[in-house]
């Protein structure tokens, strides 16, 4: 009798179209595997640099997107009043005719009457492109509530981030230290990088005050008292300063320690403004060749940076026990830890046989590092003291010299790129002309702030003011509450892209509702005009008064350029495309493209050709042609006749030979370049050489920040543009030249409210889109809010309680669960599962919406008044990042409230009618 012949392996496709993945930022390759035209597997594309063929939940469930009932599926006017989610479906032709006819009047008059925000979307080059030339100076994306401290903290101080910009190196290093890392971000590339760590036996330690994610998968946990972690790093470096551990050599050849800071605060520089150094008793320029500088000179009255940093940090303030009750880590583990890292750092060097060149001309026979790594998110950005905190951490691996050497934090392709060497920001509008400049940079003193003539902010969101002057990725947070406020000015026209600010993304949620219905005496609305595009029907879709609906990501194209955010790795410059794997089923368009129409019928300038006709065909078009320099595109592969990397004129087959090549394009850094990026001639002529620089740029790492000090110079009342009085001595503080930690704004208003509170995305989820997808939302379909030993005991609470949570700003009531592994003095829960009853085509009575919860209403945008008249943003000082997570509140036990036979979470709103396909 024969077997039967059983198929064990059917093909699930009958073709493969490989492109990127967006289920988060990570950008991961994928296999698209369609069957008879319909996307029915995705997989990760083993090729890929970023993840090597590894896929998370999120990545798989993808094809859930693209089925998804809330996907919108036309355009839309409002027809009811706002918020009441009545739409009449429109043509693309009326919808686009509309916003034109708002636009257009509003550029030849007042352009930054036009408000243009974007949330997570991965084309800032092609927005913040667009926003130029329409004229409005008020243009920026989510950095703002995300996490600019990290951002501003790394470009001002090593030339580089943590998160996608950076990372450690994973083959070499010893120790590894994550500080507040959640785990929805930097997901595959981390989860890979642990496993190789954990595969070496290196050691890895998580620093939160939860421990979750990768922090219960470390070798040893701190929990943290939120808002401390720079008071920890500034204890761990008093310990080093103190025991010699410290990498002198390095802080000598590739730092500013060794430059002579005056009595003005400012370096002592030479006739061609360079900074000195001391060398053989001589002051020096401090890149002159073959010098050895010395860290402990005087000169004319001038001190070294160094010896300003030792003094500062090895007074016994920063001493383990003068602040381990504040930050809930006891005296001797911050010890142990100071030594363990210590150990790692000076004891186990890593030398590896390459040759290399210093920007100096000196050569070195070998690349020698410390091979201790770290990495830091959000838990220590979202604090109005998260500057600050993540300029500490970058000091400490400054002292180590474990910034680009082996074993240490590598930088990606751009970057390293110094502050210098970014723009400053831009504000000057011209009625009918574009903005005088790019809107976001980095200001190197008070003369690139963004004022009008009066001193008053030049930006809705006050950018670039007095009250946060590097805030380099704007503060989208304030500008709904700002332009509701006509503070600092009215505008028409709120053009958002991809933002949900009428829930998960907005502080005071509930109050932003009432800002975006609120009217004036006029009877019209204080927020004339809201144009909305989303692929998605989010909360914020029924405040809009005009829809344009986008594609899911597997129906457009996205170019992730290194213009912008791309996916290189320290060892490659990268870049990558999605393409329209499977053609929209409905009258959607990508708003990529959509924005090009739009710049084209208002005639911007770059999107209208000499005679007035679109120069575009659409965002495909856009980005193999565009040219930002002559040569320098969106991509950087296949240029010019198909050869050349980099610099090359544009190449019509450039799109279909990334396509063949998975989607995506490397160009590997030499040998000799590897590491010591900023200071290695062969990395420097490389970068010239594809284009990331148009000149060398080397630089020092920056302990001593000259832009703070000039801020701070001002405050004090030197130089020509002066702070109003009432900023004086906050910006003294905040804008010390040396890291420095304060408290968390708002801990004095908060006394009566013991318990910090946190929120993180979990690690199947990244977008608020995730918490609507049919497989994503049964991993997590609701949240409750996890609540430490020591409270759950003194509230007496049991499985299946709820509890009342009450901050200054409003009261919540949820679910409570236990969770040991917590500091002692926090509540946490996930942020962005609970949804609007209504919203995102869920069931009214989906756990989303009756179990499901926001810390956010809890949360004000504003700090307590202080008796001065002043609105004070509830953010850093510094960047304007949002301070999410310097909450506070208190938790008690409650009954559930109605209906008894299944309770539903407080507070509750209107249900939003259906605006998409159908309830899921
Ligand atoms: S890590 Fe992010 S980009 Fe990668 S597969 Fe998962 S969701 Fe997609």
Redesign the pocket.
């Known amino acids: 009798m024969t077997q039967p012949q059983l198929d064990l392996s059917p093909a699930v496709s009958d073709e493969i179209r490989q492109t990127t993945?967006?289920?988060?930022?990570?950008?991961?390759g994928?296999n698209v595997h369609l069957k008879s035209g319909r996307v029915s597997y995705i997989e990760?594309n083993r090729a890929h640099p970023?993840?090597k063929g590894?896929?998370?939940?999120?990545?798989?469930s993808?094809i859930r997107q693209i089925t998804a009932p809330s996907r919108l599926s036309q355009p839309l006017r409002r027809v009811g009043p706002r918020g009441s989610g009545a739409f009449e479906p429109i043509s693309w032709d009326e919808a686009l005719a509309l916003a034109v006819a708002w636009m257009a009047p509003l550029r030849e008059t007042a352009p930054e009457k036009v408000a243009f925000f974007t949330g997570r979307d991965q084309s800032q080059s092609l927005t913040s492109f667009w926003a130029q030339n329409f004229g409005t100076p008020n243009y920026a994306a989510h950095g703002g509530f995300c996490s600019v401290n990290m951002a501003a903290a790394g470009i001002y101080t090593i030339g580089g981030a943590f998160w996608e910009f950076g990372q450690p190196d994973w083959e070499h290093t010893r120790l590894f230290l994550m500080f507040g890392v959640a785990e929805d971000h930097d997901?595959?590339p981390i989860k890979i990088g642990l496993g190789r760590l954990k595969a070496r036996g290196a050691r890895v330690i998580g620093i939160n005050p939860v421990r979750s994610g990768y922090n219960a998968v470390a070798d040893d946990w701190l929990g943290i008292t939120p808002g401390t972690d720079g008071l920890l790093i500034l204890s761990l470096i008093h310990c080093l300063l103190e025991a010699g551990k410290v990498d002198l050599p390095y802080l000598a050849r590739f730092t500013n320690a060794p430059c002579l800071v005056g009595p003005d605060g400012l370096f002592l520089r030479d006739g061609q403004d360079k900074p000195l150094v001391i060398a053989d008793g001589r002051a020096v320029a401090f890149d002159t060749p073959g010098i050895q500088p010395d860290l402990g000179a005087t000169h004319q009255g001038a001190r070294t940076v160094f010896q300003h940093m030792a003094e500062r940090y090895l007074s016994p303030e920063y001493a383990p026990e003068a602040v381990a009750d504040r930050c809930g880590i006891p005296a001797p583990r911050i010890r142990a830890l100071a030594a363990e890292i210590a150990d790692a750092a000076f004891n186990h060097p890593v030398t590896l046989e390459q040759e290399w060149t210093d920007f100096r001309g000196d050569p070195h026979k070998t690349m020698t590092g410390r091979p201790v790594s770290f990495h830091a998110m959000r838990g220590i950005s979202a604090h109005s003291n998260g500057f600050q905190t993540a300029r500490s951490l970058h000091l400490l691996q400054i002292l180590l010299g474990a910034v680009e050497t082996p074993g240490g934090y590598r930088l990606k392709p751009p970057y390293p790129k110094p502050a210098e060497a970014h723009p400053a920001p831009h504000c000057k509008v011209t009625p009918g002309k574009p903005l005088d400049g790019p809107h976001l940079g980095y200001p190197r003193g008070p003369e690139h702030l963004c004022l009008k003539d009066d001193g008053s902010p030049a930006r809705i969101d006050k950018a670039f003011s007095w009250e946060n002057p590097l805030s380099a990725h704007g503060l989208m947070h304030m500008v709904i509450a700002n332009a509701h406020a006509g503070d600092p000015y009215r505008i028409d026209t709120l053009f958002l892209y991809m933002a949900n600010m009428a829930w998960n993304s907005s502080m005071n949620t509930a109050a932003v509702m009432e800002m975006l219905t609120d009217r004036g005496e006029d009877g019209e609305y204080r927020i004339p005009r809201i144009i909305y595009s989303d692929a998605y029907a989010s909360e914020m879709v029924a405040y809009a008064d005009l829809i344009l609906p986008d594609t899911t990501y597997l129906e457009r194209h996205d170019c992730i350029s290194l213009l912008d955010r791309p996916i290189s790795e320290p060892d490659a410059a990268g870049d990558a495309i999605r393409w329209p794997v499977v053609a929209p089923d409905r009258d959607v368009r990508g708003f990529q493209s959509v924005l090009i129409d739009l710049g084209a019928r208002l005639g911007l300038p770059g999107f209208v050709d000499a005679a007035g006709g679109p120069l575009y065909a659409d965002y495909a078009d856009y980005i193999v042609n565009h040219q930002r320099r002559p040569g320098i595109g969106p991509l950087m592969g296949w240029r010019g006749n198909g050869d050349a990397e980099g610099r090359g004129g544009p190449n019509p087959a450039q799109l279909d030979r990334y396509i063949e090549n998975g989607a995506f394009y490397q160009a590997h850094v030499p040998d000799d370049a590897r590491y010591f990026k900023p200071w290695n001639r062969a990395y420097q002529d490389w970068a010239v050489r594809t284009g990331l620089y148009d000149a060398p740029q080397p630089y020092l790492l920056s302990i001593w920040s000259e832009p703070m000090r000039r801020f701070q110079r001002a405050a004090e009342g030197q130089g020509q543009r002066q702070p109003p009085e009432h900023m004086r001595a906050r910006l003294k503080q905040a804008m010390d030249p040396l890291p420095r930690w304060y408290p968390p704004f708002g801990d004095e208003a908060a006394r009566d409210y013991p318990l910090h509170a946190l929120t993180q995305r979990p690690m199947a989820m990244?977008h608020s889109w995730g918490s609507q997808n049919a497989w994503l939302r049964q991993i997590h379909g609701h949240n409750p809010l996890y609540v430490p030993t020591a409270v759950w005991e003194a509230q007496g609470f049991a499985p299946g309680d709820w509890a009342r949570v009450t901050s200054p700003t409003g009261e919540i009531i949820v679910p409570v669960a236990h969770m040991p592994a917590l500091n002692p003095h926090t509540v946490w829960t996930w942020n962005a599962i609970g949804k609007r009853k209504g919203a995102w085509g869920l069931d009214p009575n989906a756990p989303e919406a009756t179990k499901g919860f926001l810390l956010n209403h809890l949360i004000h945008e504003l700090l307590p008044p202080k008796g001065d008249g002043q609105r004070w943003s509830n953010s850093d000082p510094v960047t304007g990042q949002a301070a999410w997570f310097d909450l506070r509140v208190r938790v008690e036990k409650c009954a559930a409230p109605p209906p008894d036979e299944a309770p539903e979470v407080l507070p509750q709103f209107p249900v939003l009618p259906d605006q998409g396909r159908g309830r899921a």
């Open positions: 993945c967006y289920m988060c930022a990570c950008r991961c994928i990760g970023v993840n590894v896929l998370c939940a999120k990545g798989a993808g997901s595959n990244y």
